[in-house]
């Protein structure tokens, strides 16, 4: 299976925080599961840490590179994409890691129950 994380599950699982669930940590720790890290998810990071709203490592992406995820890059298919989803959610990350998930054959890891009105797979 190929899961794509959203922001909140990365950042959860580099820090064992308690509010990932048992289940997604296991499918993330899964040797047979390809587990994808979105561009989105280092920018989005980047941006509120640079804002003071998150206190993050710098290199956030090679500590979880480290850990297997596989960087996924935003193409312009990507971009397009998330500028044609109907306006169910306006966060642009979302909506961005959720044209990737379509296009890509993912799972969305993530929480938010906004996100199911896409129709992409999700796990949580």
Known sequence: MRLLLDTHAALWFLVDDERLPAN??????????EVLLSAAVVW???IKRAA????TPAAIESVLTTHGMVPLPITLGHAS??????????????R????????????LVSRDKRLKAYGVPMLW
């Open 24 to 33: 997604v940590i296991d499918e993330i720790g899964d040797d047979r599961n």
């Open 44 to 46: 989005e990071v980047a």
């Open 52 to 55: 003071g709203k998150l206190k």
């Open 81 to 94: 994409a998330a500028g044609e989803l109907p306006l169910h959610h306006r966060d642009p990350f979302d």
């Open 96 to 107: 961005l890691l959720v044209a990737q998930t379509k296009l890509e054959g993912a799972v």
